[in-house]
């Protein structure tokens, strides 16, 4: 029987992560399942906790470059997923939609027109809010919303990221 080296295990896992990304791009995002963040995560999610698996038995071995597969997979699910979330919830990408759109009709576009999409945000704020809500982070209290004991922690490790990245908010 063959020895599995470091760098086929690379090569595999590349492999694997391109085709994991064209069936998303050429079938699964055509399908109303895969229009929702939840699904999108756990498609992730799902890969790399079978790449992890498979790694295990592998890990006596291969150490190292099971690692450097994790990694590989972690650097992609987190890349596809920020740039999914920023494609889809860009505010910006729908003004320039709206505005392409009438200009294919021919139909000039006035400020006033474009003012009137800050429904979107409002929607994408309400929708956010429902979810936070259904992952039990936040609770309805009365008239308010207040941070859960989960909320807290999810939030103390983003406000630990934030500190080791150096993200400073305004206000």
């Known amino acids: 029987m063959a020895q599995i080296t470091g760098v086929d295990l690379l090569v595999a896992t590349s492999v694997y992560l ?9 079938i699964l995002r055509r399908t109303r399942l895969f229009q929702r963040e939840a699904a ?10 079978v790449l992890v698996l498979v790694l295990c038995v592998l890990a006596a071995i291969l150490k190292p470059s099971a690692l450097a597969a994790v990694a590989l997979h972690g650097i992609y699910s987190l890349s596809f997923l920020e740039l ?3 494609a889809d919830a860009s505010y910006s990408l729908q ?5 392409q759109r009438h200009q294919a009709t021919g139909e000039p576009v006035h400020l ?3 003012a009137g999409l ?6 994408k704020r309400r929708l956010r809010t429902a979810s936070l809500m259904r992952l039990r982070l936040i609770r309805r209290q009365k008239d308010c919303v207040e941070v859960t004991s989960p909320g ?3 939030a103390a490790v983003v406000a630990a990221v934030g500190w080791a990245a150096n993200i400073q908010r305004d206000g």
Do not use: P
């Open 18 to 26: 391109a085709i994991h990304f064209l069936l998303y791009v050429l």
């Open 40 to 49: 999108i995560f756990a498609y992730h999610f799902v890969s790399f906790a």
């Open 84 to 86: 999914w979330a920023l």
């Open 95 to 99: 003004i320039l939609e709206y505005i």
């Open 112 to 114: 006033s027109d474009i």
């Open 118 to 123: 800050q429904t979107v945000g409002t929607s």
């Open 152 to 154: 807290g922690w999810v």
